[in-house]
């Protein structure tokens, strides 16, 4: 754009400059500090406001919030800023208004490295996997800020998902979009995370492939770990929801527990299809 | 301060600075600058077109700056006697066989399926093309360069008045631009900042080895002027009488008004493609551009064919770089293959632009005075920051001597300096794009 | 016997120097192809970025020199090579974090870069000019041959000589080593892994916990010693000239685009295809059909197909035509 001194003018020039791979995201950066915040439930963004450089908020006063042995799923229209609110609970974008707190402490100022030590894991929802890598290898970094003997943990997600185990030295870009939802899945696993968050883990697979791993995200969830969910599928999702929000326009027009939401008139008129 | 003034005052500066020059050193250095501005700002408007509007990379400027200065030699210098007679045909029929062979790859290359067979006699008819070709051009360049080798030994050129090589310039190097915007635009990802960057070696290479067409380094002197000489200005007692009223010895006066009427030339091309890039950017075709280049993918879908506007935009920028390069070598009144390098002839322009402001013309141009200014004055005061950083020194010290030795390498470091600091502190340039 | 020589000639005026010209390039175009994929731009100042490594390891070796230091047989700029690197480390890490570094913080556009890249060069060719002169040095001693053209003749009783000079031994030696170094350090260590995840994809490996800010500063590490060893090893092949490592710029350029930008086993076999097309393409044959070809089919010119002069255009028409064919590079582009 003519505004941005910093923009590329339009140059698709691939001989000086990388298209693939860059990081969109606008993280908070490092070194900020957590402070003690007891109380209240175990991850919760809570009156999230924010967007993306300097352009307009896309959150307004948003909330949302898993508890323990929880599934907390998150529905509503296209450009409702459902990803948005993701990516601002777990850091990859700053916040204007609001903060975030974590098993009793407030960790707005933490970067999102520093918040995947205080136990996150998150599943974004496109390029959620290193594809140029092996399964192993995206496993491994997974791993990354592990310091400790991580290989029981992998035997773990081999046994969630044994198909990545065949694959294990197969490039990851070279698997099924359902396996490659395995792939970031099990990657986000691998630092046995306290709490998980998954951005449409089921976008683009197959109806039969999305039951299975809605089984698999169950079969995580039994395991004690809060889920916090992003939904293409609301009706699937709300099913197997302890905690449903519907965002609009990227504030919560509905929240209860996911029952009561399919059991609702209007989210069943307005976002279920009747 | 509102924009107008502040710009009319940029342009001001740059003109005090050259006046200084002039009180400060000498008139003839300060309109030599001024000449040279008035070239580099051209030189600055085309790569400006290309950058700043349309977002393309052209690291091979230098290349079309090339083909200007040797649209020069063949315009304006008299044809050797005999030349062309000599070997002229032999060279000639030697460039239809190349551009034969290279035709006849490309049919084959579509007229045959995918697979070995094709490429082998690809491979084939290309080595036979390329021997053919050599053993009809080379007797005939032998021809050619074994004439008067100290004096000419090349074609010479059509011996036309010299003004006219300008837009010959221009019309080489957009065909240069034409060959390479096609290939280059045209594969499947863009490549062209590669491509310009090989294409300007390949230029100055030819110029440098094809004796018979550039006389190679050893030069084409003596290029016709469209000004006066100043031997026969001295003579003209007319002309002596005016400078004795104005106060001058015949010499000075001379040097002067020749420059001052290649100044005037000079401005007045500047003014008209100023005029016209000014013209033609407010123009659909403008507005369409900087539509495509703000967001390609809504251009695309409104129909505009992005590749062709590209290649056009990348055409015109070209050939106004050939322009000023026929322009600067008219100048010199000579050809100097080895004169051409990147850092100056490319990369120099790029911080012009950069510092003058992408996306302005206005810019471009105060870009190309402000640092041409700098590139020629900053030699004097680096020295001059030497002798004061050293003064402490004791004369002979290895270190005195180094540093006053090396204060000439100031100027690269100087423009290294000058483009970080506007791109980190005033990214948009001196005059911002509205 | 002919054929013998033939054979000989090949190897002594195309193999041998082909091989080292192609290391050299090889190194630089690695340098090239890991800043293409982890910062994501082309670095024009990697030419002077060799050179001022190369410098302050002419600078070492003199000084080594001059307190009477030697390796003996091989040249002392092998011992003045580690103090080469870090200088160089030093000056990428310094411009990273007073240039570049501001421009990731802004998001800034990969071709941004690029142009703060143009400024580094001219920088950093100015300090390298202002240091050492731009003029040819000299800092290479030791044994000048490992095979030297008549011991060979008198070994083997051929006409043609084969010479194998000590300074292509030890860049193709160095070579090797420096590259197996890479690889192993690219696929088996756990910081290697972080670099190749944050070429391949840098918000997840943000996710990951990988610090961006590191893994840039690693790259700067490896890429002033990858420019570092080849800008000595070019220098200890032909001479230490600041302006001829400008010039290698579009050959190294040429052979990271040829293997594929990004792949850093493309670099390599991009350096050596870039490598042995110049010296083939500009190698005078007359000699070798001369021995092959009945006396009456000998050839009378030199049988050169370009003057060396066109090195440069041989390096950029082979970049054109695998390019058409191979849009991607002989190995598919994009991350390390």
């Known amino acids: 754009m003519s505004s941005d001194p910093y923009g590329d003018r339009g140059n698709k020039d691939v001989s000086i400059a990388n298209p693939r791979g860059g990081g969109s995201a606008e993280p908070v950066r490092g070194g900020g500090t957590a402070t003690a915040a007891p109380g209240g439930p175990f991850l919760i963004g809570e009156a999230m406001t924010g967007g993306y450089g300097k352009g307009p908020d896309i959150l307004h006063d948003c909330t949302i919030s898993v508890d323990k042995g929880e599934i907390a799923v998150i529905v509503g229209p296209n450009g409702a800023g459902k990803s948005t609110a993701m990516k601002a609970v777990f850091g990859m974008l700053d916040l204007r208004a609001g903060n975030v707190r974590l098993n009793g402490e407030d960790i707005t100022a933490l970067s999102p490295q520093d918040r995947v030590a205080k136990g996150m894991g998150f599943v974004p929802q496109t390029n959620n996997i290193f594809a140029s890598m092996t399964v192993e290898e995206n496993l491994e970094m997974g791993a990354f800020i592990r310091t400790d003997d991580y290989s029981g943990t992998m035997e773990q997600i081999y046994d969630l998902f044994p198909i990545l185990r065949d694959k294990r030295h197969q490039a990851a870009g070279e698997l099924s979009g359902g396996q490659r939802q395995q792939v970031a899945v099990g990657r986000a696993l691998m630092t046995q995370p306290k709490v998980l968050m998954l951005d449409e883990p089921t976008a683009g697979v197959s109806p039969i492939v999305m039951d299975e791993l809605f089984d698999r995200i169950i079969d995580v969830a039994r395991t004690g770990i809060p889920i916090l969910m992003v939904e293409q599928n609301a009706r699937q999702a709300l099913e197997i929801a302890d905690k449903g929000y519907v965002l609009v326009q990227g504030a919560n027009a509905y929240s209860g527990t996911g029952k009561d939401l399919l059991a609702d008139e209007d989210v069943r008129k307005s976002f279920l299809g009747g | ?434 | 016997m002919d054929f013998l020589n033939a054979i000989i000639a090949v190897a002594n005026y195309v193999l041998v120097p082909g091989i080292a010209y192609g290391s050299q390039l090889a190194l630089g175009a690695l340098g090239v192809t890991l800043i293409y994929g982890i910062l994501r731009f082309s670095n024009f100042a990697h030419g002077d970025t060799m050179a001022f490594g190369a410098m302050v390891t002419v600078l070492a070796t003199w000084w080594l020199q001059s307190i009477g230091v030697s390796l003996g047989p091989l040249p002392t700029a092998l011992l003045a090579l580690p103090i080469g690197i870090l200088g160089c480390i030093g000056l990428l890490l310094a411009t990273d974090r007073l240039v570049y570094r501001f421009y990731r913080e802004k998001k800034a556009k990969p071709v941004i870069l690029v142009i703060v890249s143009m400024g580094v060069m001219f920088i950093m060719n100015g300090i390298v000019r202002f240091i050492i002169g731009p003029d040819d040095q000299q800092f290479l001693d030791g044994e000048r041959f490992l095979i030297s053209a008549r011991t060979f003749r008198e070994m083997t009783g051929l006409d043609e000589g084969l010479a194998i000079r000590s300074t292509q031994a030890i860049t193709l030696v160095t070579a090797v080593v420096v590259v197996a170094l890479l690889f192993w350090f690219l696929n088996r260590t756990r910081a290697g892994k972080s670099m190749r995840a944050y070429s391949d994809n840098e918000d997840l490996a943000l996710l990951s916990g990988v610090n961006p800010e590191r893994v840039v500063m690693l790259t700067w590490i490896i890429v002033a010693a990858l420019a570092t060893t080849a800008g000595v090893l070019y220098g200890l092949d032909k001479s230490f000239k600041p302006f001829t490592y400008f010039q290698l710029l579009l050959p190294i350029f040429a052979s990271a685009i040829v293997g594929g930008l990004g792949n850093p086993l493309g670099a390599i076999a991009g350096g050596f295809v870039i490598a042995f097309s110049e010296v083939t393409i500009t190698y005078a044959w007359k000699k070798v059909l001369g021995y092959l070809l009945p006396d009456s089919l000998a050839p009378d010119g030199l049988v050169q197909l370009l003057s060396t002069d066109y090195k440069f255009a041989v390096s950029f028409v082979i970049l054109l035509i695998v390019l058409l064919f191979r849009p991607t590079g002989l190995f598919k582009g994009q991350s390390v």
């Open chain 2, 1 to 434: 301060m509102n924009t107008t003034v502040k710009n009319v005052s940029l342009f001001a500066i740059v003109g005090v600075l050259i006046l200084l020059t002039g009180f400060l050193q000498s008139w003839n250095a300060a309109i030599l600058i001024l000449n040279m501005g008035l070239i580099s700002a051209i030189m600055a408007l085309g790569v400006n077109l290309q950058w700043g509007f349309a977002g393309l990379f052209n690291i091979g400027i230098m290349g079309f700056v090339a083909l200007g200065g040797l649209a020069t030699v063949l315009v304006s210098m008299p044809p050797t006697e005999g030349a062309f007679a000599a070997g002229g045909v032999r060279v000639v029929l030697a460039m239809v066989m190349g551009a034969a062979t290279i035709t006849a790859a490309v049919l084959l290359y579509r007229a045959m399926a995918k697979g070995w067979p094709r490429t082998v006699a690809m491979i084939a008819l290309l080595v036979v093309g390329f021997f053919i070709y050599r053993a009809v051009l080379d007797p005939g360049v032998a021809a050619i360069e074994a004439i008067d080798p100290a004096a000419t030994g090349y074609l010479g050129g059509l011996g036309l008045p010299v003004l006219l090589a300008w837009p010959v310039g221009g019309v080489f190097a957009a065909g240069a631009a034409w060959l390479i915007g096609k290939t280059a635009l045209g594969l499947r990802s863009d490549y062209l900042a590669i491509a310009t960057l090989g294409i300007a070696e390949i230029i100055i290479a030819v110029m440098k080895n094809e004796d018979w067409l550039s006389r190679g380094v050893k030069n084409v002197i003596g290029i016709p002027r469209p000004v006066p000489y100043e031997i026969d200005l001295q003579g003209d007692s007319g002309f002596v009488e005016r400078a004795a009223g104005l106060g001058l010895d015949p010499v000075m006066a001379s040097t002067l008004y020749v420059k001052l009427l290649y100044a005037g030339l000079f401005l007045a091309v500047l003014l008209v493609l100023l005029w016209m890039a000014q013209k033609s950017l407010a123009s659909p075709w403008g507005r369409m551009l900087r539509a495509i280049r703000d967001n390609e993918v809504a251009a695309e879908a409104m129909g505009k064919d992005v590749k062709r506007r590209h290649l056009q935009v990348f055409i015109l920028g070209s050939a106004i770089c050939g322009i000023a390069g026929a322009m600067m070598t008219t100048l010199d009144s000579q050809l100097t293959p080895s004169a051409y390098q990147p850092l100056r002839f490319t990369f120099l322009i790029w911080v012009m632009v950069i510092v003058g402001g992408s996306g302005n013309n206005f810019g471009a141009v105060l870009g190309g005075f402000l640092i041409w200014f700098l590139w020629v004055q900053v030699e004097p005061m680096g020295r001059l920051l030497m002798d004061i950083i050293t003064a402490g020194m004791t004369d002979g010290y290895w270190l005195k001597t180094h540093m006053l030795d090396s204060a000439a390498h100031m100027r690269l470091f100087t423009m290294g300096l000058v483009l970080l600091l506007v791109l980190r502190f005033n990214p948009r340039g001196l005059i911002p794009e509205k």
